[in-house]
């Protein structure tokens, strides 16, 4: 091989080693330490060394007022709930921004689109007094909503790219046959669809169960998430947090959703390159 083709895959595999150093390199160092001894919390050997599980004995000890158990419990909860219903209202939006002409279509993209570009900040004061007025402070429905309408747009905009690349002839022979709009829908392109809905899916459990500064105001200690949970962690000493266990907490959450990840990869990748080139 001529040294220059030589030269250039070794600085792919260079910039690849880099990317995979910067992206693991933060949850190697959280795992290595939630594995660590609390008294060598801040021991800077590189490898695991003093191992025990005692951090994550305390990630789960409740007698310090943490229940972390309860907050992943939450997690699940509000996660899945967001993920359910902007996919049930993002995929029938997706499909018809994608498929179906009428007045103003370009103006309701563009408000969807719109949604996104709010910085969560500016929410929170009139999101907070809202749901003060109607009681909705301490429940779930208060973290919830707020999550579907960050997971919508993206969800819209994900699928109805990749609805707008599927073949017509499709969904034209399901009419023919007999079958109604929603019918062809349900039953023709959804199931065509499923790599974009997997990864959409993910995405947006994801982005829900991260979700901090609005669960920080609007949730209670009966429905905080694991994000308002682990920056309330409370160890022996008030004025000392336990990052032991505080990074067992954060391995906990974290090695679930990359197993996902890893176990379904496939998929995310084919649904995020789905409807990018056409036929």
Known sequence: MPWTKRLGSARVYLGALIILVWGLGPFYWMAVTAFRDPDYTFDTTPWPTHLTLANFQNAFDTTRGNNFGRAVTNSI??????????????????????????????IVA???????????????????????????????????????????????????????????????????????????????????????????AILAFIAAVNEYLLSRLLSADATEPVTVAIARFSGNDPLVPPYGAIMAAGTIVTIPL????????????????AGGVKS
């Open 77 to 106: 909860i509000i996660g899945a709930a967001t993920t359910v219903i902007a996919l049930v209202i993002g995929m029938m939006a997706a499909y018809t921004l994608a498929r179906i002409e009428f007045r103003g279509k370009r």
């Open 110 to 200: 563009g408000l969807i689109l719109s949604a996104s570009m709010f910085p969560v900040v500016v929410l929170v004061t009139p999101l907070f007094q809202l749901f003060t007025d109607i009681g909705w402070i301490g429940h779930y429905q208060a973290m919830i909503v707020p999550n579907i309408s960050f997971a919508l747009p993206m969800t819209v905009y994900t699928l109805a790219s990749f609805f707008s690349e599927l073949p017509w002839e499709l969904e034209e022979a399901a009419r023919i046959d007999g079958a109604s709009r929603f019918q062809a829908f349900r039953l023709v392109m959804l199931p065509l669809a499923a790599p974009a809905v997997f990864t959409t």
């Open 258 to 273: 990359v197993i996902m990840v890893l176990l379904f990869q496939r998929r995310i990748i084919s649904g995020l390159t």
